[in-house]
């Protein structure tokens, strides 16, 4: 039998709070309960934010907490190679098409089009307009060559139409099968100029290669899995299992910040807090 695999997988970008605990915990104890596997990843693609020192920070505040994994971690921002190898699959698919709009282009674009009611995805933004699917590829690479900001948007339409079929992942939690909808997100963005990946690839080619079968992580996340659903297909990838878990919230009702310093587990390290303490804050 296969030997269940998890991974637990921040971005050192800040410090780690009391919801990173409870999916970090919660990892561990499913590990436990299955005779599974534990690996750690560093989430690391935005170099300008992601830092040695934080990162040196959050393995501190882990060995706190009592989380162990198995050797070596895997930093991303050591394997952009892979992941570029990904990305020129997607463009030899004539999947991907470069993206030239700002933000404020992509209001104007909007506006321009009359539309009543734009669809939005969802975390909130507005759907990325489709007119520049069209552009051909003379036009593409005159702008890339003038040095033309630019990301490659995955034409969601094409995708879907290559699948062929519904996706569906497994909530092993509840037991359920869900059904993937990638629509809800348009043309998500795939890769940008200067860094040939995104969260959602990177997340996607790592898990395949650390042979992760079950992804635990928040809720936060939960639509995301559409996205991940389709590009494992398009990969030819065999989808994990998932569970997302609850978000533990401030007294406000509002789900935890790295910015916070008081919920932070170094802040609560300093103040004397034990590890036990951590697990009953966090109903673990």
């Known amino acids: 039998m296969t030997i269940p695999v998890f991974r637990f997988a921040p971005s050192p970008n800040g410090s780690l709070h009391l919801g990173h605990a409870y999916s970090a915990l919660l990892n561990q104890k499913m590990v436990h309960e299955t005779d599974g596997k534990m690996l750690l990843r560093m989430e690391d693609i935005d170099r300008e934010r992601c830092t040695p020192d934080l990162e040196n920070s959050m393995l501190e505040d882990l060995e706190w907490i009592a989380l162990s994994w198995e050797q070596p971690v895997r930093r991303q921002s050591e394997h952009f190679p892979i992941y570029q190898e990904a990305l020129n699959r997607l463009i030899e698919m004539e999947l991907i098409y470069p993206a030239f709009l700002s933000r404020n282009g992509i209001r104007h674009e909007i506006e321009r089009s009359n539309v009543a009611d734009w669809p939005y995805d969802p975390d909130g933004a507005p759907l990325y307009p489709e007119t520049e ?152």
């Open 133 to 284: 699917r069209k552009l051909s590829k003379r036009e593409q690479q005159t702008r890339i060559s003038a040095g033309e900001p630019f990301a490659w948007r995955l034409n969601m339409d094409r995708a879907l139409e290559m699948v062929g079929k519904p996706l569906v992942w497994h909530e092993f939690g509840s037991g359920k099968n869900v059904d993937a909808r990638p629509q809800d997100w348009g043309d998500i963005i795939i890769a940008r100029r200067d860094m040939p990946t995104s969260y959602h690839l990177s997340v996607v080619i790592d898990d395949a290669l650390q042979g992760i079968t079950h992804v635990v992580r928040g809720k936060d996340l939960y639509h995301a899995t559409s996205v991940h659903r389709l590009l494992q297909h398009l990969f030819g990838i065999e989808p994990p299992l998932y569970h997302h878990h609850q978000l533990i919230l401030d007294e406000d009702g509002a789900k935890l910040s790295k910015s916070r310093k008081d919920t932070s587990l170094r802040s609560l390290r300093e103040k004397g807090t034990t590890r036990q303490e951590i697990c009953d804050l966090i109903g673990l």
